[in-house]
């Protein structure tokens, strides 16, 4: 009896599958290549900026910032243990 209740009595459909119906819409994963060129465009500068940023500190003798060198790949704690010829 509790099941009949749950189900849509006959030659009716939910609201949300009308929505589908009428618009189409399918739920997908949204990856790099979705969100844009002006996305790429910035992530591009960003890790470019990065890299110099952290290249200049390495030149000066300083540590670069943790935000740079995860942007980068690298391991901030393996970057710590790496001493000076």
């Given at each position: 009896?509790?099941?009949?209740?749950?189900?849509?009595?006959?030659?009716?459909t939910?609201?949300?599958?009308?929505?589908?119906k009428?618009?189409?819409?399918?739920?997908?994963?949204?990856?790099?290549?979705?969100?844009?060129?002006?996305?790429?465009?910035?992530?591009?500068?960003?890790?470019?900026?990065?890299?110099?940023?952290?290249?200049?500190?390495?030149?000066a003798?300083?540590?670069?910032r943790?935000?740079?060198?995860?942007?980068?790949?690298?391991?901030?704690?393996?970057?710590?243990?790496?001493?000076?010829?």
């Amino acid at each position: 009896m509790r099941q009949a209740a749950l189900q849509p009595a006959a030659g009716r459909t939910h609201l949300c599958c009308i929505q589908k119906k009428r618009t189409g819409a399918v739920a997908r994963e949204v990856g790099n290549m979705d969100r844009g060129l002006f996305f790429l465009i910035n992530d591009f500068f960003n890790t470019f900026g990065s890299a110099a940023a952290a290249a200049r500190a390495a030149e000066a003798g300083r540590k670069p910032r943790r935000d740079d060198l995860k942007k980068l790949g690298i391991d901030p704690g393996a970057f710590d243990r790496i001493g000076r010829f």
